[in-house]
Structure formats: structure tokens, C-alpha cells
């Protein structure tokens, strides 16, 4: 049993196995002098869980001063007193199949969440974990959905803002200021920042895109179920070439957006929708190709 202060001398009573386990793999604190005192252990191993925690020390710093760096643009309206700042994103624009689904998510300030990211450069497992970390400690989040017709009938960058617009509304605490992955919401009446690429420049649109992408992602494995064959559990809808040689031979099925010249063609139709490519929607709508080509 660790004492509750614990002191140099310490050191010596627990294994090496222990204190491995603890400030290693658990990441507790250790004084400075316990540190000392490690460093100075004879025992087999010593040396290496000293570096390794002096690694996890250095990791730690660079974790917290990338986290800071993510409140660049929370920290100015907190500071002016706005405490129910929501990020907003969405998730799903490329894929040819399912619905577009976004997120908006209000932190509370002292919300530090280690390894959160654009959801695209983090691993699933790790998105799953955060989404769940998010959730619990969020002052309050909402999703948002447009379905397939929706995306069919008025296109897809419409559509995602309709997606946004519905999860801002769903919030259960009504938001002071929006931060918006590379968009504006005009029909909402709240002060709100559009920033291109934001998911990976705020912590809050972040959590926002881990929210979204995590749903959508649960979204199209349940998909996969009512329609298997199409591996939908695996690309989550997106363009590859797992989704292509399905639609080849299965062809479209009733979650495909048929606006979308991939599956215009499998139904063999003209192509019409070209609204994911053109300059409205993609380059001069300051949404970013990482997000339009995104991988699943």
C-alpha cells in the first residue's frame, strides 16, 4: 500500500514491478526526490523505469501545452464571461451512403481531455473512449441528423448544415457563442466563429467531430445489419473499393444517396449531383478536402 505522501525512502520497499505500474502505466505523480531516489536504485530495471517516467513527464508537458494550444479560441470568450461556448461539427459528407450526422458539445473549462484531436487523426478505439469521456463531462451535447432524401433533395453541403443547425437546437443549455468547423449557421441568432480546418484548432469542435463521427459510425454498423453485403460495418458508406465492388454487384440499396454520380451510375442514370466536387461545396466553401475525403 503506497503511503499517502510518499517519501525517498519509500522508494526501496516498493518492487520495481510496482512502481512501473504506478507512475508508468498509471501515471501518478512522483516527487522530484522520490525521482532522485529512483535514479540512484541498483536494482535491475531501475534505470529503465526512471527514464521511462522522465519519457512520460516530458509527454505530459507537450500533452498539456498541445491542449492549451486548442483553447486558442475558448479562452478570449470564457474570459469575457461566456461560459456555454458549443462547438459544432459533422460527420459524413464524402460517403455515398447513410446520413450526414454533426455534433454540437459545450465543455466546461477546466475540461482537459488527454489525446483529443480532429476525429479524423485519432484511432477508433480511442475516439470510442474519448466520445465517452466527453459525454460524461460535457455541460451538455447534442447530435443532429440529415437523412439520405434530405441529402438527395438539397444537396449535401446543405444538407450538413442542416445536420448542424438541428444539433445546435438539441442542446438541453442554450449556447452563447458558436464555433463551427468552417461554416456558419445563418438561421441561428447566436454570435458564432466559422474556422477553417477547426477540428483541429479548437477543443470543443473537436469534441464535437469525435461525437459526430463515433455516432455515425455506430449509425452505419447498425446499417450493416438491415443491409449486409455492402460491408457498410467496415467503409461506414465511404468511396472505397470494398463499397464500389458491392454497389457492382449488389447495387444501390435504400441508405445510398442516389444524387451521388457513383450510385447514379450503378442505377444507370446520368450523373446529376456534381455538388460534392464543385467550388459552392468544397474549396471556395472554406470546408477543406481533408473533410470531403476523409477516411472512414
Not at 525521482?35 to 540512484?40: I, K
Not at 508537458?61 to 486558442?72: F, I, K, P
Not at 447513410?98 to 489525446?115: H, S
Not at 466527453?134 to 455541460?139: P, S
Request: net charge neutral.
Amino acid at each position: 500500500m503506497m503511503p499517502p505522501s510518499m517519501r525517498s525512502e519509500d522508494i526501496a520497499e516498493l518492487s520495481i514491478e510496482e512502481i512501473r505500474l504506478r507512475f508508468v502505466e498509471e501515471g501518478r505523480s512522483l516527487s522530484n526526490a522520490c525521482l532522485e531516489a529512483l535514479a540512484a536504485d541498483q536494482r535491475s530495471g531501475a534505470v529503465a523505469v526512471y527514464r521511462a517516467i522522465l519519457r512520460r513527464r516530458r509527454e505530459n508537458r507537450a500533452e498539456g501545452q498541445r491542449l492549451r494550444n486548442l483553447l486558442r479560441y475558448e479562452m478570449p470568450l470564457w474570459e469575457r464571461g461566456l461560459t456555454r461556448v458549443a462547438g459544432v461539427d459533422e460527420a459524413g459528407m464524402a460517403p455515398l451512403a447513410g446520413p450526414v450526422v454533426a455534433a454540437a458539445v459545450i465543455l466546461p473549462r477546466d475540461f482537459r481531455p488527454r489525446g483529443i484531436d480532429d476525429s479524423k487523426q485519432v484511432e477508433r478505439r480511442e475516439r470510442e473512449r474519448l466520445a465517452i469521456e466527453i459525454k460524461r463531462h460535457a455541460l451538455s451535447w447534442a447530435t443532429g441528423q440529415s437523412t439520405v432524401d434530405e441529402i438527395d433533395r438539397h444537396n449535401i453541403y446543405r444538407a450538413g448544415l442542416m445536420a448542424m443547425r438541428r444539433a445546435v437546437e438539441g442542446l438541453g443549455a442554450v449556447p452563447e457563442h458558436l464555433l463551427i468547423d468552417a461554416r456558419r449557421l445563418p438561421e441561428l441568432k447566436v454570435p458564432q466563429e466559422g474556422i477553417i480546418h477547426g477540428d483541429a484548432k479548437s477543443l470543443t469542435i473537436a469534441a464535437a467531430s469525435i461525437i459526430a463521427k463515433t455516432t455515425r459510425d455506430a449509425l452505419m454498423v447498425e446499417y450493416d445489419r438491415v443491409h449486409p453485403g455492402y460491408g457498410f460495418c467496415r467503409h461506414k458508406g465511404y468511396p472505397t473499393a470494398e463499397h464500389f465492388a458491392a454497389l457492382s454487384r449488389c447495387g444501390p440499396c435504400s441508405i445510398h444517396r442516389r444524387s451521388f454520380a457513383p450510385v447514379r451510375r450503378a442505377l444507370g442514370l446520368e450523373p446529376e449531383q456534381g455538388d460534392l466536387f464543385s467550388p459552392e461545396v468544397a474549396l471556395s466553401s472554406d470546408h477543406g478536402e481533408d473533410e470531403l475525403f476523409d477516411e472512414p
